[in-house]
């Protein structure tokens, strides 16, 4: 791991494909991008559902978000990462604040990414744990 918070790769893809339109709708900031480990935050306002606690289709937007930037960082220039499979347990509810996702590497394949992303809250307590699994083709 490096002392950089984005590695060359991840800068490389940011300028050329960004976080795309979902991430930037629902507030997605990223804050950390390499193959191996991505950190991003998101705003509990504006993400909630009707009965005032973050969506757990929001925690799954930024776990996706961060666990498919990471492989497409590893999958390398001319290629591509899609998500293939995604699960995820919500452990507690956020109603206000911002969340922190933190994503890490579990295998960093030829064709295949497994990234595990633990989504927690401004006091450190975990929300959510999701996996997801991306497999990597040619462009």
């Known amino acids: 791991m490096t002392d950089q918070p984005f590695s060359p ?13 979902l991430a930037e709708k629902m507030g997605i900031e990223i804050l950390e991008l390499s193959a191996d ?20 289709g929001a925690h799954v937007v ?5 666990g498919s930037m990471a492989a497409s960082v590893h999958a390398g220039e001319g ?7 995604l699960n995820a347990s919500h452990s507690r509810a956020a109603s206000s604040g911002v969340v ?9 394949g030829r064709t295949l990414t497994t ?11 975990r929300l959510s744990t999701v996996r997801i699994t991306n497999i990597l083709r040619d462009a």
């Open 9 to 21: 790769a991840a800068i490389e893809f940011l300028e050329r494909r960004g976080a795309g339109e």
């Open 100 to 108: 922190t996702g933190t994503c890490t590497a579990l295998h960093l």
């Open 115 to 125: 990234h595990e992303i633990v989504m927690t809250d401004e006091q450190g307590r």
């Open 79 to 85: 290629r591509i990462a899609m998500g293939i499979e």
């Open 37 to 56: 480990r991505a950190v991003g935050t998101m705003p509990v306002e504006g993400n909630r559902q009707p009965v005032g606690i973050l969506h757990g």
């Open 62 to 66: 930024l776990a996706e978000s961060l």
